[in-house]
């Protein structure tokens, strides 16, 4: 994998407010690089890996929606493109995440930033100015993640549009600058040449709505659904897998509405191999509603998952070449 490396900004001092990709204030917002030991790539339809194709999309810059249901690596895929990012461009740690959570409770705080009072050691208050997620994106670069963007509210979207297409700024309306004469206006951002925007969304989801036309238009839409290939790589427990086949069908009928996604196949595989199936399926049905219930549980007994997920053989390395390498990329 090849990227166009590109200059680093000299560092600041520490009471600089101009903060570098590579600035120790900004470690909280990195990702663990270990991630990259626990993730599985795909492969896409051109043969490349999940991780070679989006690195093609970061040198463009080109912002990219992941669209599909929960647990299928959405999240832990950007936490993973940071560590990658990062050392493609020479620095010694990923690129900061600025995750941007969706939900109707996102306030101009989250965006712009806002004033708040710090108290010192000795107990003494201070006004200071917290800076917003998008406000600190746009300054910085780094990975701008927006997570679960078809349940943020139109308000916030439309604030933005201009990061998200070709005028690559940001409009600070919480923060004045002054301006020749005698009057003050918002201040606006031009977006760093290091910024990427990654948005992921779960369809048809309660509480979700469907993106307004001209937001979704500035990104390149990728389905990001199961992969079994993934999943057998993952859940060794070959009866797992089939189980959570049979309930994902019932899903797409309409029999139930939770979806079971990777992560539970592989609590549930876990739990198997440590409790024994009666345990691990009543774990497993905890997670549905009282209603959904009734369902899975038909579909538990009429197939004999009980004892197929016991019986049946692992399948680890299934669908895979002889002599694959363990390598998550």
């Known amino acids: 994998m090849t990227a166009t490396k590109r200059p680093l900004v000299k560092q600041p001092d520490e009471q600089s407010a101009v903060l570098t990709l ?50 299928g690596g959405k999240t832990m895929l950007v936490q993973v493109m940071a560590v990658v990012i990062g050392m493609q461009m020479g620095l010694n740690k990923p690129l900061p995440v600025f995750t ?9 705080f989250d965006l712009f930033g806002q004033p708040t ?19 600190m994106a746009a300054r910085i670069g780094g990975i701008f993640y927006l997570d679960e963007v ?12 201009p990061m998200c297409d070709w005028r690559r700024a940001f409009t600070n309306r919480s923060k004045a600058v002054q301006v020749p004469g005698d009057g003050f206006m918002p201040e606006v951002v031009p977006c760093s040449d290091n910024l990427w925007i990654v948005a992921t969304m779960n369809p048809n989801y309660r509480g979700a709505g469907a993106l307004n036309e001209a937001f979704a238009n500035r990104f390149r839409h990728l389905e990001w659904e199961y992969d079994a290939k993934v999943e057998r790589r993952l859940v060794p427990n070959e009866g797992c897998r089939l189980l959570g086949q049979a309930l994902r069908n019932a899903r797409a009928q309409g029999h139930i509405r939770t979806p ?23 774990s497993l049905l905890s997670m549905f509603t009282p209603t959904e219930k009734e369902h899975v549980n038909e579909v538990i007994e009429s197939q004999s ?25």
């Not at 993730?39 to 810059?61: A, C, F, H, P």
């Not at 009072?117 to 406000?135: H, I, N, Q, Y």
């Not at 349940?151 to 933005?160: A, C, D, I, K």
């Open 22 to 71: 590579d600035d120790p204030r900004l470690d909280a917002f990195r990702p663990d690089p270990k991630v990259v030991e626990q993730y599985v790539s795909r492969t896409m339809k051109n043969g490349q890996t999940d991780i070679e194709y989006l690195i093609k999309v970061w040198e463009r810059r080109e912002n990219v929606l992941l669209v599909g249901d929960t647990q």
């Open 117 to 135: 009072v710090w108290v010192d050691e000795s107990g003494a208050e201070r006004v200071v100015r917290l800076p917003g997620l998008a406000d």
């Open 150 to 161: 078809n349940m943020m509210p139109e308000r916030v979207t439309s604030s933005l549009h």
């Open 260 to 282: 079971v996604g990777t992560s539970a196949l592989m609590r549930l595989a876990q739990d198997v191999a440590e409790d024994g199936a009666d345990m691990a399926l009543y």
């Open 100 to 108: 941007l959570s969706a939900s109707n409770g996102i306030t101009d």
């Open 305 to 329: 998952f009980r004892s197929m997920i016991v019986s049946m053989p692992t399948g680890v390395g299934e669908g895979w070449p002889d002599g694959d390498d363990e390598s998550p990329f």
